[in-house]
Protein backbone atom coordinates (compact mmCIF):
# COMPACT_ATOMS: atom_id res chain seq x y z
CA UNK A 1 0.00 0.00 0.00
CA UNK A 2 2.23 2.52 1.06
CA UNK A 3 4.87 1.47 -2.10
CA UNK A 4 1.63 2.27 -4.96
CA UNK A 5 1.09 5.90 -3.01
CA UNK A 6 4.88 6.35 -3.14
CA UNK A 7 4.30 5.49 -6.82
CA UNK A 8 1.13 7.66 -7.55
CA UNK A 9 2.54 10.37 -5.64
CA UNK A 10 6.17 10.05 -8.16
CA UNK A 11 3.65 10.04 -10.88
CA UNK A 12 1.37 13.20 -9.91
CA UNK A 13 5.35 14.94 -9.69
CA UNK A 14 6.23 13.88 -13.04
CA UNK A 15 3.34 15.35 -14.50
CA UNK A 16 3.24 18.85 -12.76
CA UNK A 17 6.91 19.07 -13.67
CA UNK A 18 6.34 17.86 -17.48
CA UNK A 19 3.29 20.62 -17.75
CA UNK A 20 5.63 23.04 -16.07
CA UNK A 21 8.53 22.44 -18.21
CA UNK A 22 6.23 21.98 -21.52
CA UNK A 23 4.61 25.18 -20.94
CA UNK A 24 7.90 27.01 -20.63
CA UNK A 25 9.59 25.54 -23.96
CA UNK A 26 5.54 26.32 -25.13
CA UNK A 27 6.21 29.98 -24.69
CA UNK A 28 9.95 30.56 -25.80
CA UNK A 29 8.78 28.71 -28.66
CA UNK A 30 5.76 30.97 -29.35
CA UNK A 31 7.87 33.71 -28.72
CA UNK A 32 10.65 33.14 -31.14
CA UNK A 33 7.83 32.24 -34.09
CA UNK A 34 6.50 36.03 -33.05
CA UNK A 35 10.27 37.50 -33.93
CA UNK A 36 10.84 34.76 -36.89
CA UNK A 37 7.46 36.67 -38.23
CA UNK A 38 8.50 40.42 -37.38
CA UNK A 39 11.87 39.72 -39.03
CA UNK A 40 10.20 38.69 -42.70
CA UNK A 41 8.01 41.63 -42.33
CA UNK A 42 11.46 43.57 -41.61
CA UNK A 43 12.82 42.03 -44.68
CA UNK A 44 9.44 42.44 -46.90
CA UNK A 45 9.83 46.25 -46.18
CA UNK A 46 13.25 46.97 -47.05
CA UNK A 47 12.50 44.59 -50.19
CA UNK A 48 9.85 47.45 -50.70
CA UNK A 49 12.54 50.14 -49.57
CA UNK A 50 15.10 48.73 -51.73
CA UNK A 51 12.85 48.58 -55.07
CA UNK A 52 11.50 52.37 -54.46
CA UNK A 53 14.78 53.96 -54.10
CA UNK A 54 15.90 51.64 -56.97
CA UNK A 55 13.02 53.34 -58.93
CA UNK A 56 14.14 56.89 -57.72
CA UNK A 57 17.19 56.83 -58.58
CA UNK A 58 16.80 55.32 -62.39
CA UNK A 59 14.45 58.80 -62.34
CA UNK A 60 17.55 60.49 -61.03
CA UNK A 61 19.28 59.22 -64.26
CA UNK A 62 16.82 60.39 -66.47
CA UNK A 63 16.55 63.61 -65.35
CA UNK A 64 20.09 63.88 -65.44
CA UNK A 65 20.65 62.68 -69.48
CA UNK A 66 17.87 65.18 -69.89
CA UNK A 67 19.33 67.97 -68.34
CA UNK A 68 22.90 67.13 -69.88
CA UNK A 69 20.71 67.06 -72.84
CA UNK A 70 19.30 70.22 -72.41
CA UNK A 71 22.55 72.21 -71.51
CA UNK A 72 24.28 70.82 -74.90
CA UNK A 73 21.10 72.44 -77.07
CA UNK A 74 21.53 75.74 -74.90
CA UNK A 75 25.58 75.66 -75.63
CA UNK A 76 25.06 75.11 -79.69
CA UNK A 77 22.43 77.95 -79.46
CA UNK A 78 24.37 80.53 -77.41
CA UNK A 79 27.49 80.13 -79.97
CA UNK A 80 25.97 82.09 -82.87
CA UNK A 81 25.29 84.61 -80.76
CA UNK A 82 28.63 84.99 -79.00
CA UNK A 83 29.98 84.94 -82.56
CA UNK A 84 27.14 87.39 -83.37
CA UNK A 85 28.53 90.08 -80.17
CA UNK A 86 31.90 89.59 -81.26
CA UNK A 87 31.12 90.82 -85.32
CA UNK A 88 29.39 93.70 -83.61
CA UNK A 89 32.62 94.47 -81.93
CA UNK A 90 34.51 95.71 -84.66
CA UNK A 91 31.48 97.71 -86.48
CA UNK A 92 31.09 99.35 -83.05
CA UNK A 93 34.76 100.35 -83.20
CA UNK A 94 34.71 101.47 -86.73
CA UNK A 95 31.53 103.84 -86.15
CA UNK A 96 33.59 105.75 -83.42
CA UNK A 97 36.52 106.25 -85.47
CA UNK A 98 33.60 107.80 -88.40
CA UNK A 99 32.56 110.11 -85.40
CA UNK A 100 35.67 111.10 -84.29
CA UNK A 101 36.62 111.89 -87.73
CA UNK A 102 34.07 114.00 -88.53
CA UNK A 103 35.72 117.13 -87.15
CA UNK A 104 38.89 116.77 -89.67
CA UNK A 105 36.32 116.89 -92.67
CA UNK A 106 33.96 119.04 -91.65
CA UNK A 107 37.23 121.97 -91.42
CA UNK A 108 38.01 120.61 -95.08
CA UNK A 109 34.74 121.31 -96.51
CA UNK A 110 34.31 124.67 -94.63
CA UNK A 111 37.81 125.61 -95.84
CA UNK A 112 38.00 125.03 -99.09
CA UNK A 113 35.29 127.68 -100.65
CA UNK A 114 37.37 130.12 -99.61
CA UNK A 115 39.98 130.51 -102.29
CA UNK A 116 37.94 131.65 -104.91
CA UNK A 117 38.37 135.38 -103.12
CA UNK A 118 42.12 136.04 -104.32
CA UNK A 119 41.07 134.96 -107.55
CA UNK A 120 38.26 138.01 -107.78
CA UNK A 121 40.82 139.94 -106.21
CA UNK A 122 42.93 139.65 -109.44
CA UNK A 123 40.73 139.90 -111.75
CA UNK A 124 39.63 143.45 -110.03
CA UNK A 125 43.12 144.17 -110.56
CA UNK A 126 43.61 143.69 -114.30
CA UNK A 127 40.55 145.18 -114.91
CA UNK A 128 40.87 148.74 -113.92
CA UNK A 129 43.35 150.96 -111.65
CA UNK A 130 40.47 152.46 -109.67
CA UNK A 131 38.79 149.57 -108.80
CA UNK A 132 42.36 148.90 -107.01
CA UNK A 133 41.55 149.79 -103.53
CA UNK A 134 37.76 148.38 -103.52
CA UNK A 135 39.63 144.79 -104.80
CA UNK A 136 42.38 145.21 -101.58
CA UNK A 137 39.43 146.16 -98.91
CA UNK A 138 37.52 142.68 -101.08
CA UNK A 139 40.89 140.83 -100.12
CA UNK A 140 40.24 140.83 -96.32
CA UNK A 141 37.26 138.14 -96.99
CA UNK A 142 39.05 135.07 -96.60
CA UNK A 143 39.59 135.36 -92.96
CA UNK A 144 35.79 135.95 -92.26
CA UNK A 145 35.09 133.09 -93.78
CA UNK A 146 37.30 131.48 -91.62
CA UNK A 147 35.38 132.71 -88.75
CA UNK A 148 32.06 131.43 -89.99
CA UNK A 149 33.81 127.59 -90.69
CA UNK A 150 34.78 128.09 -86.78
CA UNK A 151 31.35 128.01 -85.66
CA UNK A 152 30.26 125.40 -88.53
CA UNK A 153 33.52 122.87 -87.19
CA UNK A 154 32.55 123.15 -83.01
CA UNK A 155 29.21 121.56 -83.43
CA UNK A 156 30.43 118.84 -85.30
CA UNK A 157 33.41 118.22 -83.59
CA UNK A 158 30.77 118.45 -80.46
CA UNK A 159 28.83 115.93 -81.73
CA UNK A 160 30.97 113.59 -82.64
CA UNK A 161 32.96 113.95 -78.97
CA UNK A 162 29.89 112.44 -77.05
CA UNK A 163 29.91 109.66 -79.93
CA UNK A 164 33.16 108.34 -79.23
CA UNK A 165 32.58 109.01 -75.93
CA UNK A 166 29.46 106.69 -75.59
CA UNK A 167 30.72 104.10 -77.37
CA UNK A 168 33.60 104.35 -74.68
CA UNK A 169 31.73 104.04 -71.87
CA UNK A 170 29.20 101.11 -73.64
CA UNK A 171 32.63 99.56 -74.10
CA UNK A 172 33.32 99.72 -70.28
CA UNK A 173 30.38 98.82 -68.92
CA UNK A 174 29.87 95.53 -71.46
CA UNK A 175 33.73 94.97 -69.88
CA UNK A 176 32.07 95.42 -66.55
CA UNK A 177 29.44 93.24 -66.80
CA UNK A 178 31.06 90.32 -68.19
CA UNK A 179 33.09 89.85 -64.86
CA UNK A 180 31.87 86.49 -63.58
CA UNK A 181 30.53 86.68 -59.67
CA UNK A 182 31.08 84.07 -56.89
CA UNK A 183 27.27 82.25 -57.02
CA UNK A 184 27.86 79.99 -54.60
CA UNK A 185 27.76 82.92 -51.81
CA UNK A 186 24.21 82.90 -52.39
CA UNK A 187 21.85 80.15 -50.17
CA UNK A 188 21.54 77.05 -52.06
CA UNK A 189 23.66 77.51 -54.99
CA UNK A 190 26.16 74.80 -54.59
CA UNK A 191 29.28 73.73 -56.93
CA UNK A 192 26.80 71.30 -59.06
CA UNK A 193 24.23 74.49 -59.29
CA UNK A 194 26.45 77.19 -60.16
CA UNK A 195 28.03 74.65 -62.72
CA UNK A 196 24.41 74.22 -64.37
CA UNK A 197 23.95 78.41 -64.18
CA UNK A 198 26.65 79.04 -65.59
CA UNK A 199 26.20 76.80 -68.78
CA UNK A 200 23.13 78.67 -69.30
CA UNK A 201 25.14 81.83 -69.50
CA UNK A 202 24.30 83.54 -65.59
CA UNK A 203 27.42 84.23 -64.38
CA UNK A 204 26.48 87.55 -62.29
CA UNK A 205 24.57 88.78 -59.30
CA UNK A 206 22.83 91.16 -61.53
CA UNK A 207 21.37 88.44 -63.71
CA UNK A 208 19.95 86.65 -60.98
CA UNK A 209 18.83 90.26 -59.47
CA UNK A 210 17.24 91.07 -62.82
CA UNK A 211 15.12 87.73 -63.04
CA UNK A 212 11.53 88.45 -63.90
CA UNK A 213 8.79 85.33 -63.01
CA UNK A 214 9.27 84.09 -66.54
CA UNK A 215 12.89 83.97 -66.09
CA UNK A 216 12.15 81.87 -63.05
CA UNK A 217 10.31 79.65 -64.36
CA UNK A 218 11.99 78.98 -67.55
CA UNK A 219 15.25 78.42 -65.07
CA UNK A 220 13.47 76.15 -62.73
CA UNK A 221 11.73 73.87 -65.64
CA UNK A 222 15.47 73.50 -67.04
CA UNK A 223 16.86 72.84 -63.96
CA UNK A 224 14.17 70.70 -62.68
CA UNK A 225 13.68 72.91 -59.63
CA UNK A 226 10.08 73.06 -58.52
CA UNK A 227 9.84 76.32 -56.26
CA UNK A 228 13.54 75.92 -54.70
CA UNK A 229 14.89 79.92 -56.41
CA UNK A 230 11.20 81.66 -54.51
CA UNK A 231 11.93 79.15 -51.20
CA UNK A 232 15.46 79.89 -50.90
CA UNK A 233 15.07 83.72 -52.06
CA UNK A 234 18.23 83.90 -54.32
CA UNK A 235 16.87 87.13 -55.72
CA UNK A 236 16.54 89.10 -52.74
CA UNK A 237 19.96 87.65 -51.91
CA UNK A 238 21.72 88.51 -55.51
CA UNK A 239 19.91 91.95 -55.64
CA UNK A 240 21.60 92.58 -51.92
CA UNK A 241 24.90 91.48 -53.16
CA UNK A 242 24.72 93.10 -56.37
CA UNK A 243 24.33 96.49 -54.72
CA UNK A 244 27.49 95.50 -52.85
CA UNK A 245 25.36 95.38 -49.28
CA UNK A 246 27.33 93.01 -47.82
CA UNK A 247 25.80 94.34 -44.18
CA UNK A 248 22.34 93.54 -44.86
CA UNK A 249 22.92 90.41 -46.55
CA UNK A 250 24.83 89.07 -43.74
CA UNK A 251 21.80 90.41 -41.44
CA UNK A 252 19.16 89.05 -43.77
CA UNK A 253 21.01 85.39 -44.16
CA UNK A 254 23.25 84.98 -41.29
CA UNK A 255 23.74 81.23 -42.64
CA UNK A 256 25.18 82.08 -45.95
CA UNK A 257 29.16 82.20 -46.41
CA UNK A 258 31.29 84.86 -46.23
CA UNK A 259 33.56 83.33 -49.28
CA UNK A 260 30.77 80.28 -50.71
CA UNK A 261 27.67 78.57 -49.96
CA UNK A 262 28.80 75.06 -50.04
Known amino acids: MGTFFYMLLAFLVGVLVGW???????????SLRGDLDRTRSERDRLRADSDRLTGELDACGRARADLERRLG???TTQAPTAKAATAKAPAAKTGATK?????PSTLMS???PAKPAPKKAATAKAATAPRASAAKTATPKPPASKASAAPTTAPAASKAAP??????????????AGKANDLRRLIGIGPTNERLLKGLGVT???????????????????LNFDGRIERER????????????????ARRFPTAGEASNT
Not at 20 to 30: A, P, S, T, V
Not at 166 to 172: E, L, N, Q, V, W
Not at 204 to 222: F, H, M, N, S
Open 163 to 176: AAKKAATGKATATA
Open 234 to 249: WIEQAKLLAAGDEKEF
Open 20 to 30: FIWGRLRGELD
Open 110 to 112: TSA
Open 204 to 222: TYAQIAAWTPDDVKRIEAT
Open 99 to 103: AAMQA
Open 73 to 75: EAK
